[in-house]
């Protein structure tokens, strides 16, 4: 079982920047896809972004291509979401999860495909 703990979260103005963590505890980081989701209030928890065991393949819904940034430090049991050029739709919290799937792919879209789950963080984005 890995834990993982989420940080970087905060209240940012539309435009800006912020950048979220998430470490790991535990082993064997390396060699598991990650992924991040969000949840806005009323609304169910979804995709984000996700990246491959060695952070060769990445994936990333349409709202945030472009903007998003996912990337991930073995060496450091770390994995990251930097965000640029926030909107307001962006606010929500921020998650992030270990997949048992072998690699990155549609699977890994859902949150079926990940077994270990983050507290989350909060990111608002304001007007």
């Known amino acids: 079982q890995v834990q993982l703990v989420e940080f970087g979260g905060g209240l940012v103005q539309a435009g800006g920047s912020l950048k979220l963590s998430c470490t790991a505890s535990g082993r064997a980081f390396g060699v598991s896809p990650m992924g991040w989701f969000r949840q806005a209030p009323g609304k169910e928890r979804e995709f984000v972004s996700a990246?491959?065991?060695?952070?060769?393949?990445?994936l990333y819904t349409d709202s945030v291509k472009g903007r998003f940034t996912i990337s991930r430090d073995n060496a450091k049991n770390t994995m990251y979401l930097q965000m640029n050029s926030l909107k307001l739709e962006d606010t929500g919290v921020y998650f992030c999860?270990?997949?048992?799937?072998?690699?990155?792919?549609?699977?890994?879209?859902?949150?079926?495909?990940?077994?270990?789950w983050g507290q989350g963080t909060q990111v608002t984005v304001s007007a």
């Open positions: 999860a270990r997949s048992w799937y072998p690699d990155v792919g549609g699977v890994t879209t859902t949150a079926t495909a990940f077994d270990s």
């Open positions: 990246i491959s065991a060695s952070g060769g393949t990445t």
